[in-house]
């Protein structure tokens, strides 16, 4: 009597757990294959991304229409879930995903380098579906923008067309007298090579060093120098200076060395540098210029831009490294302690391209950048010592305090040279990358420290208008006057 509800009782058990494993089996085959849907739809995404970045890098803003994203036209670009992909003029990406519930959802993604150099989605939707929340995008925020596929392709950039050339006119029935001889060109002496020389400023003129073995005076050029940073710079054998509100350019290969006024007008404050084959110049509100400088007395502006400083951004440095044009600067006051450095990459044609920009703690006054260190003199804090990572930040990976307050530095193997105002110039060496730098020199001078140039047989050390030369090597130093007829050529 006791055995049936024994029996019953099993029954309804086995009942009860071939029903829960039915019902796992199920949920759990659902969860798989919605994870395989994120995934794919990750995936494309993640694609998608690299096209966008690659357009940054290489044109200095996002894609506007498909083809510039390496997409299909929009009738075309559908993957999987994803249902349409358009890339519209303002840079946005319009997606329309049908998920696995069978709910259509529309996207906008904006895309967003931040100051890191990383990329990034910004979600808006009207109407996105509580799966695609929960797997795939759980910060997307409400818009009441709503688009058809329609409206969002009508909304795509237009590739620039190409000019149809003019068709050719019908020969006419007549001989042309014969042409004139031609004349050869004026010559263009600023873009022609020529040995590379360094300009020294001194407080009553510009020097014209050639360091290609001990230093030799090749010109001077008298003068009143009275703002001594960014007031020069060469191009080929032609000299560039800033003097009475114009940029003034002399042939340095004729003598007497005379300047001429060109014809571009400048900013009092301006500061002037070269790139090569380019002049630069920046304004004290933040412009910079790009000049061609061919054919002076005319220079023609091929770029400008305005820079992304505030009002209390100083810059206090323009160098060319690795092809890369670095602009570093900082806040004016001291409780910030935060700087910038930005770096434009350098196109064919003259003009600049912002690669990306790098924020880091201290009060910078230098920077010098040889791959893979960067290198960054922050007065009191001492010498910030950065190398680069595998996704191509620069992270801090060793550091040398100040004795009074560094300025600049310069390194070259194991070996480093730092520029500490008054207390000189100071060598440091290492035996190999994982032992600590050692002190091996230091080097006092009649003026302060501030910026140092390598060379090849030594270390030329520089305040605003002074200047020492150190050899490679315990071989002495000597201070580089530019009156020396003996040397000058």
Request: charged share 20%.
């Amino acid at each position: 009597m006791n055995s049936l509800p024994l029996k019953q009782t099993k029954i309804i058990v086995g009942g009860v757990l071939v029903l829960l494993l039915a019902g796992f089996l199920f949920f759990y085959s659902d969860y798989q294959a919605t994870r395989e849907q994120a995934a794919d739809i990750t995936g494309t995404l993640a694609k998608i991304q690299q096209e966008y970045i690659r357009t940054f890098v290489a044109q200095g803003r996002f894609p506007r229409f498909n083809q510039e994203a390496n997409l299909p036209k929009s009738a075309d670009a559908r993957f999987g879930a994803i249902q349409s992909a358009i890339v519209m003029k303002d840079q946005r990406l319009f997606l329309v995903i049908k998920d696995r519930s069978g709910a259509t959802s529309t996207l906008y993604l904006t895309p967003e380098m931040n100051s890191e150099h990383r990329f990034s989605w910004f979600c808006r939707s009207p109407d996105l579906s509580d799966l695609l929340r929960d797997h795939l995008f759980p910060s997307c925020q409400a818009s009441t923008e709503t688009l058809s596929v329609a409206q969002a392709t009508a909304l795509q950039g237009k590739p620039r067309k190409r000019k149809p050339q003019p068709a050719e006119s019908a020969a006419l029935d007549f001989t042309l007298p014969p042409a004139p001889p031609q004349t050869a060109p004026p010559p263009t002496q600023p873009c022609e090579a020529s040995p590379p020389r360094e300009l020294l400023i001194y407080d009553n003129g510009i020097g014209i060093w050639d360091f290609s073995q001990d230093p030799v005076l090749d010109a001077f050029v008298p003068m009143n120098i009275q703002r001594p940073n960014g007031m020069a710079a060469r191009i080929g054998k032609v000299l560039f200076v800033l003097k009475e509100g114009y940029i003034w350019y002399a042939d340095t290969g004729k003598q007497p060395i005379t300047l001429e006024k060109s014809s571009v007008w400048i900013k009092a404050g301006t500061r002037l540098y070269s790139t090569g084959q380019q002049l630069i110049w920046i304004t004290p509100d933040h412009q910079l210029f790009v000049g061609d400088v061919c054919y002076p007395p005319n220079i023609r502006i091929i770029h400008n831009t305005k820079l992304r400083y505030s009002s209390r951004n100083n810059l206090v440095s323009v160098t060319l490294a690795e092809g890369d044009l670095h602009l570093l600067s900082r806040y004016g006051s001291d409780w910030s302690n935060r700087s910038n450095l930005d770096v434009y990459r350098i196109k064919k044609n003259g003009t600049l391209v912002h690669a990306f920009n790098f924020r880091f703690d201290g009060m910078a006054n230098n920077m010098y950048r040889a791959e893979p260190f960067l290198l960054i003199a922050n007065g009191r804090d001492g010498l910030s010592i950065k190398e680069r990572t595998s996704d191509l930040r620069w992270m801090e990976t060793d550091a040398v305090s100040a004795l009074d307050f560094v300025m600049d530095a310069v390194i070259k193997d194991n070996t480093l040279w730092v520029a500490d105002r008054s207390a000189g110039l100071l060598v440091y060496r290492r035996r190999s990358q994982q032992d600590p730098w050692e002190q091996i020199d230091q080097r006092e001078f009649d003026f302060p420290a501030f910026k140092l140039r390598w060379f090849e047989h030594g270390v030329l050390v520089s305040s605003a208008t002074n200047h020492a030369w150190v050899p490679h090597g315990n071989q002495g130093q000597r201070i580089l006057q530019p009156a020396s007829p003996v040397e000058s050529h």
